[in-house]
């Protein structure tokens, strides 16, 4: 069909070179401009990108975009069958004689429908600066925390309504997108590796015990309690904190369900009670999920 966009997989080698030859000059012009030292013009970049092709489990496509027998962009994307169906978009991009008329948003969909075919049943995708986040909103995507490093994450929801299990952590890997969203909301920044090691001391020595809440096996929501001793009960009280819920996830009985996981657990210690800290706009919030007991106003001193 006439002004179809359609997609082609780069499998043979000749196709994989023309490919990267394209993602090269899309990084150069539209991302690094300028930047001599642009890491993602590196050998070490197409190393690490190769390898996420090359893997047997969840690989990395190389995909062109084509219309009337022209090529006219590009999209890296993986979808993780193996584990949620989610759709991660590494890159994505139209050639700038192609642009405008809506050609963006026709290649956005048809790479959407590809992961559809391909087992997707939701899409993330990274994406920092306005217009990117106006595109993306416009294509179904919401906003959806941080990463790890600090970059802002979209995501188009599942529409499947599935329950979340509630486990303690056993795997860090699973806290540190849940917990940068966290930071990135009460104003604090992401952990540097030198926090991200002394959180996990303090969680391998049982200081603090986080809770998890997973969509199948996507972590969609967090919190933590701490123990510390109370001479009012002569027993340990729990604080709790890192509570958290990406916000496509949100208003669907996520957060209710971790703390009521997390009071059980807190109560099989025999903890004499469980505390939180918040804003006074938080109060409500906190008080419906059963934190009812006022105990006067929390203060602190910053060493």
């Keep these: 069909m006439k002004n179809e966009i359609t997609i082609h997989e780069c499998v043979k080698i000749a196709d994989q070179e023309r490919f990267w030859k394209y993602l090269k000059e899309y990084f150069a ?15 070490k ?5 190769s390898a996420l092709h090359d893997r047997d489990e969840n690989p990395l496509h190389y995909l062109v975009f ?16 193996t584990e949620d169906g989610k759709q991660f ?11 405008g008329n809506g050609t963006g948003k026709q290649c956005a969909a048809a790479l959407l429908s590809w992961g559809r075919e391909n087992g997707a049943k939701f899409a993330e995708l990274n994406a920092d600066g306005d217009a990117r986040q106006r595109f993306w909103k416009d294509m179904g995507f919401v906003p959806n925390g941080r990463d790890q490093y600090g970059e802002p ?9 599935i329950v979340p299990v509630v486990e303690i952590l056993t795997d860090v890997q699973d806290l540190w997108n849940l917990e940068s969203g966290f930071l990135q909301e009460v104003g604090e920044q992401p952990l540097d590796d030198r926090k991200k090691e002394q959180l996990v001391r303090a969680i391998e020595e049982k200081q603090i015990v986080f809770f998890v809440a997973k969509r199948l096996n996507r972590p969609v929501g967090i919190c933590s309690v701490s123990p510390c001793f109370s001479t009012f009960a002569c027993k340990c009280c729990g604080m709790f904190d890192d509570f958290y819920i990406e916000p496509a996830f949100r ?18 210690q025999e903890y004499a009670s469980i505390l939180v800290g918040c804003s006074a706009g938080d109060v409500g919030m906190y008080q419906s999920l059963g934190f009812v007991n006022e105990l006067g106003r929390m203060l602190a001193v910053n060493l």
């Design 89 to 99: 978009i590494l890159e994505f991009c139209v050639f700038p004689a192609f642009r």
């Design 251 to 268: 208003r669907q009985g996520i957060a209710r369900l971790l703390v009521s996981h997390l009071t059980k657990w807190c109560a099989q």
């Design 153 to 161: 994450l979209m995501l188009l929801p599942p529409q499947e309504n």
């Design 29 to 43: 012009r539209d991302i690094s401009s300028g930047d001599e030292n642009c890491f993602h013009c590196s050998e």
């Design 45 to 49: 970049y197409r190393q690490n990108i």
């Design 66 to 81: 084509c219309r009337n027998g022209q090529e006219i962009g590009i999209a890296l994307t993986v979808v993780y069958q």
